[in-house]
């Protein structure tokens, strides 16, 4: 019986999975991303973004808004909203790209 290759869906599942668990753990909870943690991850994964903000407070800003239950970290479900919300503006801007001629 042949193993069956994931598909480019779960390839993409595991990738996120794996970036959370790589900047998670750092100082303690493995489970959760620190304020630390998910600045280097910010400066790292999404360097672009961050090099690009004016105001440096933003990614402070970003972290309080994505902790929902207010512990000063970010559970995987708090991280998947900030993935997701990147999805989709990216999404959204692909969008309004004019038709190519």
């Known amino acids: 019986m042949s193993k ?3 598909t ?3 390839r993409c599942i595991e990738s996120l999975l794996a970036v959370f668990q790589r900047y998670a753990g750092r100082e303690g ?3 959760k991303l620190s304020k630390k943690e998910f ?5 790292t994964e999404l360097a672009s973004f961050t090099k690009n903000q004016k105001d440096p407070a933003v990614v402070d800003r970003m972290m309080k808004r994505l902790d929902i239950n207010s512990d000063g970290q970010l559970d995987f479900q708090e991280f998947l909203n900030l993935i997701g919300g990147i999805a989709v503006a990216c999404h959204d801007a692909l969008l309004v790209q004019p ?3």
């Open 99 to 101: 038709p190519h001629p």
């Open 4 to 6: 069956v290759s994931p």
């Open 29 to 31: 909870d493995n489970l």
């Open 39 to 43: 600045r280097t991850f910010m400066n």
């Open 8 to 10: 480019e869906t779960e």
